[in-house]
């Protein structure tokens, strides 16, 4: 994709590169590409794995393609046809295939390696090494092909990422095991080989799992604009246009329940209007002639027409999209614990194991006993436990959760949580349930009630609905009516006992001013029903329980202050009110730069940029699915406490992680030397690695008592 920069003399060009694994890749790139004199910045998106150039208008594109094949990496330009986004599936469904097949292997040769290290010999012992060597090397060969791709474009170019190590310690041991099997040696390593391939494989399928998930928050948030619209033509008759070839100055027909494709002015008509999407507000708001409505707001009333003034990239909710983007690529350079230790632990690893062989051979051992001890090293080194650290504190942690009702999505929510001292937090539907609730039906006659109820079943409206919920919640039996009939915009009608009935919008002074429905009998009104967004049931202790925790709360809210208000005395917090989603962002940004770790809490599209820029977020299972897919975590019920459950847990599990790290340094503290001096075979190695990650795994099953 190419366009224009502020800068008349520079342009924009988007690549996307599927092997940006870590930090390191983000280094390189940024650093590396800015040194070609023609590219004057250099950003990474870690999430969806792509990299934005600022160029000048001379930088052809092999010269750009070259920029990135001479740092060792593979590069397609974004617009060029559908080819990156199949590129980032086929990565997906490659690695998930090479999980299957190391996966099955390595259950096959540990079977095989059990017979050996029971004591089989001679010729069955062999045997048994030949048909690992046969599972063993295919198995390499294929599942491997991601590490060894990457670590081979590294090396050709004069460049090293951490897929070099990874492949130079396999293929070591594999060769090291092929030729113990030819020269009938005692032991074999294809079950290590192969169990680390599979390890590895995991987190980085896991990984692309997490990167297609991110991709498709701003996909769903898209579909929620209008597909197309009729549009009115100049000798007065109208067409059907895809949203994508709307143009500012058409004139749309918008008709009622229909959702706008663009952002415009109405300029016939009058209708109310459903915001939620855009500002989490759940009463639908009055628009007429001159009033400014947006592309994925819903007409619930009556037929408009709408001048466009903005459509596609240009709508408010194409923007919201685009802050969405921008605020996940700033929280991809979070560097996770593991990746930081696994820089510099793999080349320290693969240097003590180089020293081994040479001090050995230099003391004038022969190369296979010397290869045998370096190959030890490697083993008794194999960052298995260090690799198990933290995600077996976070599986652990994630059940505990999910039976709280909290479901975590994202691998580093957990440590992100742990490291929150302020939290945000949306008004309607994350504080209040986000649904209307009918506050006075106590003071209604029952026979208005059974009449209320019998209208209402018939109705689809939002309010409708909630009025048969919580007559139903009362026992409340319909009465008998006869003839309903429901008008878009006006309500429900219909005949009760021979006398007309109508359920719809209040006809007062003040009818606008709050979320009610009116029964009239004979036109005359009996009955109002009012309706509020109740708070969530435990919403007090919930917040008393945060900031037991040190974590400060305050409301931000895109509804007006008069809505904001009650709540915010109700729990005593401070609130900002009335704001657009980029406010929300800013208020995010400035906490973030008094040096406050900022938990988002929200459940709308309007908080999507916000929930994706905080340092964690989280959403009510009861979010739109832009809320969803920006949110770190999601709690399900109408409970608000699972959000300091998540606090306390994530808490909890950084304190194991940190220990499991002691663990795991500490086993190589201890077998590093040992290995080293040659007391320790590649057997023992192996055991001594199992070992210390079963160390790792027990420790972090205490985290199941946390919550308890």
Known sequence: MTRLAPDAALIERDFAVPDIRCAGCISKLEQGLVRDARIKTARVNFTEKRVHLSCTADADMPDLLGAFTSLGFEAHPIGEGPREVDAEAASSRELLRAVAVAGFAMMNIMLLSVSVWSGAAGVTRDLFHWLSAMIA??????????????????????????????????????????????????????????????????????????????????????????????????????????????????????????RLAADGVIVLGATRIDLSLLTGESAPQQASIDDVVHAGTLNMESPVRVRVTAAGTDTAIADIARLMGEASQGKSRYVRIADRAARLYAP???????????????????????????????????????????????????????????????????????????????????????????????????????????????????????????????????????????????????????????????????????????????????????????LRPDALPAIAALQALGVDAMILSGDRTAAVAPVARTLGLTALTGLSPQDKLSAIGRQAAAGHKVLMIGDGLNDGPALAAGHASMAPGSASDVGKNASDCIFLGDRLMPVADTIRMARQTQAVVRQNFMLAIGYNVIAVPLAFAGIVTPLIAAIAMSGSSLIVVGNALRLKRTLT
């Open 137 to 258: 090397l295919p198995t390499i060969a294929y599942a491997g092909r991601p590490f060894f791709r990457s670590a081979w474009r590294a090396l050709r170019h004069g460049h090293t990422n951490m897929d070099v190590p990874i492949s130079i310690g396999v293929s070591l041991a594999t060769a090291l095991s092929l030729y113990e099997t030819a020269t009938h040696g005692p032991h074999a390593y294809f079950d290590s080989a192969v169990m680390l391939l599979f390890f590895l494989l995991c987190g980085r399928w896991l990984d692309s799992v997490m990167r297609d998930r991110a991709r498709g928050g701003v996909t769903a948030l898209l579909r929620n604009m209008g597909t197309g619209a009729m549009v009115l033509q100049g000798d007065g008759k109208t067409q059907w246009v895809d949203a994508t070839q709307l143009q500012p100055g058409m004139v749309m027909l918008v008709a009622a329940g229909e």
């Open 348 to 534: 320290a690893v693969h240097s003590l194991a180089l020293a081994a062989f040479a001090g050995w051979m230099i003391a004038g051992a022969g190369w296979h006993e010397a290869l045998l001890i370096a190959v030890a090293v490697l083993i008794i080194t194999c960052p298995c436990a260090l690799g198990l650290a933290v995600p077996a504190a976070q599986i652990v942690a994630a059940g505990a959760l999910m039976k709280r009702g909290v479901l975590i999505k994202d691998g580093s929510a957990l440590e992100r949580m742990a490291e929150v001292d302020r939290a945000l937090i949306d008004k309607t539907g994350t504080l209040t349930l986000g649904r209307p609730v009918a506050s006075n039906l106590h003071e209604i006659a029952p026979d208005h009630q059974a009449l209320l109820l019998a209208l209402a079943q018939a109705s689809r409206h939002p309010l409708s609905a909630a009025l048969t919920r919580d007559l139903g919640a009362l026992g409340v039996s319909p009465a008998a009516i006869e003839a309903a009939q429901e008008t878009p915009g006006f309500g429900m009608a219909a005949v009760w006992k021979g006398r007309p009935v109508t359920l719809g919008r209040p006809q007062g002074a003040d009818a606008g001013s709050e979320l009610a429905t009116e029964l009239c009998i004979e036109d005359a009104p009996v009955a109002t029903v009012r309706f509020a967004d109740a």
